[in-house]
């Protein structure tokens, strides 16, 4: 049976999925077939059920929750670290309101965390990759970085306003839950307990063959030197990536919540994980 195993082009991901993707967790009868493609992107396709399995930002949960549950594995969650907020200058993060930021999309888990922070920022969609030279050559005020611009940014001579992931700790005192992994829920109980099982076996693998799972990961990395990548994959693939538990489930649930109580999520969803 094919499977359409959907995650994003990074270092952090191709880590994760470093053991399906090179056989050494056997798959038996299923053919995982792996599309790499930026998240928001994965957003909008896990709309349409468009992957069996899709990482998906959390923030864009509630409008897929119908076709798709939650895997408890897989997810990257920031435990006191999150998107930061870069700017030109040093900025006040209190000064955020009427500037512009650009943002890598409306349905990241960045964007909500953002307008929860300062709900009255304008904001401009720009592809998460161009953001930082964004932000450099003056086309926006403030940039919201994901992925390898959170370590890199500093190169560009870029200044930090604020760590999101740490406001929201301090705030509830719960990690930021970024992005999970989703299964369709059409595939009933049994399938989908099954690829839940495999996506936990390849964070496994992978966190105990570290070494090999790096170098693989560096194909990926975009131009990070081996030393910022291994940071990178740090900070997003660790032991709440091979189960959140239930820490990670009530940050996940308190996002969700929060959302919907700040009028930015439109329904109210209860976060449903596969029991696997």
Same mark, same amino acid.
């Given at each position: ?6 995650? /994003?082009? @990074? /270092? @952090? ?14 798959? !038996? ?16 396709? *896990? ?30 969650? !920031?435990?006191?670290? !999150?998107?930061?907020?870069?700017? &030109?200058?040093?900025?006040?993060? *209190? *000064?955020?309101? $009427? ?24 904001? &401009? ?11 450099k050559a003056g086309r926006a005020d403030v940039g919201l970085i994901i992925h390898e611009g959170q370590l890199t940014y500093g190169g560009l001579g870029l200044r930090k306003v604020l760590d999101l992931g740490a406001w929201w700790k301090? #705030? ?6 970024? !992005? ?27 966190? /105990?063959?570290? &070494? ?6 560096? $194909?990926?990395?975009?131009?990070? @030197? ?12 660790? #032991? ?31 976060? @449903?994980?596969?029991? *696997?």
């Open positions: 049976m094919r499977i359409s195993l959907a995650h /994003s082009p @990074d /270092s @952090d991901d191709a880590f994760m999925f470093f053991g399906l993707a090179r056989g050494h967790v056997p798959s !038996g009868d299923l053919r995982i077939e792996h599309v790499l493609t930026d998240i928001e992107t994965l957003n909008r396709e *896990a709309m349409q059920g468009r992957h069996e399995v899709t990482a998906i930002s959390f923030h864009a949960y509630p409008y897929v929750s119908e076709r798709y549950a939650l895997m408890p594995c897989g997810g990257s969650i !920031g435990d006191g670290y !999150g998107p930061l907020l870069v700017a &030109r200058e040093a900025l006040d993060p *209190a *000064a955020l309101e $009427g500037r512009t930021v650009a943002v890598p999309g409306t349905l990241t888990t960045a964007y909500l965390a953002l307008k929860l922070y300062a709900p009255g920022v304008t904001t &401009r969609v720009v592809p998460f990759d161009r953001i930082l030279d964004e932000v301090e #705030e509830t005192g719960l990690p930021l839950p970024l !992005g999970g992994n989703a299964v369709r829920r059409d595939l009933g109980p049994e399938l989908m307990q099954r690829l839940t099982r495999l996506v936990r076996e390849t964070v496994r693998y992978s966190l /105990s063959h570290r &070494r090999e799972a790096l170098e693989y990961a560096m $194909g990926f990395a975009r131009g990070m @030197d081996p030393g910022v990548a291994d940071r990178f994959v740090g900070l997003w693939v660790n #032991e709440m990536t091979l189960e959140c538990g239930e820490r990670g489930r009530a940050a996940v649930q308190t996002l969700l919540d929060r959302g919907h109580d700040a009028g930015i999520i439109p329904t109210r969803v209860v976060a @449903d994980f596969v029991a *696997a």
